[in-house]
Nanobody, 117 residues
Framework: QVQLVESGGGLVQPGGSLRLSCAAS????????MSWYRQAPGKQRELVAL?????????NYAGSVKGRFTISRDNAKNTVYLQMNSLKPEDTAVYYC?????????WGQGTQVTVSS
């Protein structure tokens, strides 16, 4: 079992930055692929970015996060981060953390990010 707790969301003005954190407990964090997803009101949940156990990253550029968001992980702290810069109103969503390995996956409860002036 893996428990995931996201934090760092909030209200930010357009052009601002936030760093989301997802703290994991309960298993060997380093073996999991860690991902960030988001779900805006009335829309499907979409992948934002993922990072493998070896630190390889992949981003969903269809979501227009290219060059603005950075995913990273600290295996010593059992934590994955999502640095979000140059935020736009369309980035407003609930952001979820996911841990996955083979056919098993675990989700956090989500953290709200609202980008508004």
């Amino acid at each position: 079992q893996v428990q995931l707790v996201e934090s760092g969301g909030g209200l930010v003005q357009p052009g601002g930055s936030l760093r989301l954190s997802c703290a994991a407990s309960g298993s060997i964090f380093s073996i999991f692929i860690m991902s960030w997803y988001r779900q805006a009101p009335g829309k499907q949940r979409e992948l934002v970015a993922l990072i493998t156990s070896g630190g390889v990253t992949n981003y969903n550029y269809a979501g227009s996060v290219k060059g603005r968001f950075t995913i990273s992980r600290d295996n010593a702290k059992n934590t994955v981060y999502l640095q979000m810069n140059s935020l736009k109103p369309e980035d407003t969503a609930v952001y979820y953390c996911k841990a996955s390995r083979l056919a098993t996956e675990y989700w956090g409860q989500g953290t709200q990010v609202t980008v508004s002036s």
